[in-house]
């Protein structure tokens, strides 16, 4: 863009220009939304007492869960856009971009929902008390359960 305002003549931007200054406006946009929400001006917690975990209810990283939402919101959005440019103009490069953004939405997204807390684990066994059976089979509750008749 800044090369076509310094051109004498004027020509329409290119589909890649086209990209960048759209991904430079999403990026604008989550970076203030990131901005409000790390300066505090949406409280969520106010007291810092332990280390820092990903857990919900930490003090010292209350930002950090809606943070990597955000971010891997973004990312999503980004490699959405990038797949409809592809689509388009069949350019590599928005595939490129469409490869990169998925992978970064993916770990954000399985950070959510995997690394955002250490689990009740029982004492006795060990093994983590909120297991189901969807969509992985719930083994402990099968071995603690086998010797048992079933109507």
């Known amino acids: 863009m800044v090369v076509a305002m310094l051109l004498d003549e004027t020509r329409p931007a290119s589909s890649i220009e086209i990209y960048f200054a759209r991904c430079l406006g999403f990026s604008l946009l989550t970076i203030a939304i990131l901005t409000v929400m790390l300066t505090g001006s949406i409280p969520l917690t106010s007291s810092i007492s332990e280390p820092v975990t990903t857990e919900e209810s930490d003090p010292k990283a209350p930002y950090a869960l809606p943070t990597l939402m955000i971010t891997s919101f973004f990312h999503s959005i980004s490699a959405f856009y990038a ?52 969509p992985f089979a719930n083994s402990e509750a099968a071995k603690k359960h086998a010797g048992k008749k079933s109507l």
């Open 83 to 134: 797949y409809t440019r592809y689509v388009t103009t069949g350019q590599g490069f928005f595939a490129v971009a469409v490869a990169g953004g998925s992978v970064l939405a993916s770990i954000g997204l399985w950070c959510v929902l995997f690394a955002s807390s250490d689990g009740k684990i029982s004492r006795k066994t060990g093994a983590d008390k909120r297991t189901t059976g969807f």
